[in-house]
């Protein structure tokens, strides 16, 4: 698709984070190589933070619940076998695993970031029953969480290793949108490898992100597609540059921008934890180049929610199966 979005006044640029720390490498064996850069996280979200007052970007910070369960006794709803694993302790004691602290900073800063929900566990969703009461009961917890938190109701989800299902329960708890895949040629290629290589040649030729319209699923949420992922300098991320990432990044801009499409750059926290000044720098130069399309009339910064409730107002109908995603 071309990105064409006649509905909106202009293209919009959406930055979405996968706020998990270490609850995101939960029975992963690669997950020691991220150790470093959980670390190095805090420091990370600081100069992020910056980024964003500076250019005055709001994000979406889609959160894994459990973070927030810190404390000196273990929370009821992980203190089963299931999670025998997460250590008790607080931001203080356990900072790979709890996070307090980086909430509040969130909350605190101007203009205001959107607090999303990752599950409470970051859990994949399966087209599963059993899934699906997991899912619902997560789901339900959270909201409770947040608002117990004094925080507004969440409006927008993401799945966690993009295992998408039971799109209706969102819908039953209120959730607005969800951030659905990236759609680069590469992407349907089989197996693993194949996809990768196809990620590192396209990242290489600095190829134009794909820039689509969301869609309004047939449960009546919205599906807002990611356009690039900004990676660590780790996996297929080792071999490109930040004037790599930077230079995609401002071709997606500038096409929404033109279509008055949707850009949608999203990452992890953590993956800004190790080698952070250059990384944050390239943020830097994207935001900066966000924002100056933004200054002159061609680009507006929505969260996910905020994108949600403006296509809704502008009364967009065009439907799609959930089941696509």
């Not at 894994?64 to 203080?92: C, N, Q, S, Y």
């Amino acid at each position: 698709m071309s990105g064409e979005s006649p509905f909106l006044p202009t293209g919009t640029f959406v930055f979405s984070l996968d706020f998990e720390l270490a609850w995101g490498t939960r029975g992963r064996p690669s997950a020691i190589a991220v150790q470093p850069d959980l670390d190095g996280t805090r420091v990370a979200i600081d100069g992020l933070l910056q980024l964003l007052a500076k250019y005055e970007i709001s994000a979406t910070w889609a959160s894994v619940g459990g973070m927030f369960l810190g404390g000196e006794t273990r929370h009821r709803w992980i203190a089963t076998e299931e999670f025998k694993d997460i250590p008790e302790g607080d931001f203080k004691s356990q900072p790979r695993w709890y996070a307090e602290d980086i909430l509040e900073q969130i909350v605190r800063t101007t203009p205001a970031q959107e607090i999303g929900l990752h599950t409470l566990t970051h859990m994949f969703v399966q087209d599963t029953m059993a899934s699906r009461d997991q899912f619902d009961w997560e789901l339900s917890c959270q909201i409770e969480q947040l608002a117990e938190m004094g925080l507004p109701v969440p409006r927008s989800f993401i799945f966690p290793k993009h295992y998408m299902a039971h799109f209706d329960l969102l819908a039953k708890h209120g959730i607005a949108c969800f951030r659905g895949p990236e759609n680069g040629w590469f992407e349907h290629l089989p197996g693993t490898v194949a996809p990768a290589i196809g990620r590192l040649f396209w990242g290489k030729l600095r190829g134009c992100p794909v820039v689509r319209s969301p869609q309004l699923t047939h449960t009546g949420l919205w599906m807002i597609p990611s356009s690039q992922y900004y990676p660590p300098f780790r996996s297929v991320g080792k071999y490109l540059s930040v004037a790599d990432r930077v230079a995609k990044a401002k071709k997606g801009l500038r096409l929404a921008s033109k279509n008055k499409g949707v850009f949608h750059l999203w990452t992890h926290p953590f993956n800004l934890g190790s080698r952070t000044d250059e990384l944050l720098s390239g943020l830097d130069s994207i935001f900066e180049y966000a924002a100056g399309l933004r200054d002159h009339g061609h680009l507006d910064n929505r969260t996910m929610g905020q994108l949600a409730e403006d296509l809704s107002k502008f009364g967009y109908e065009r439907k799609s199966d959930d089941k696509a995603f």
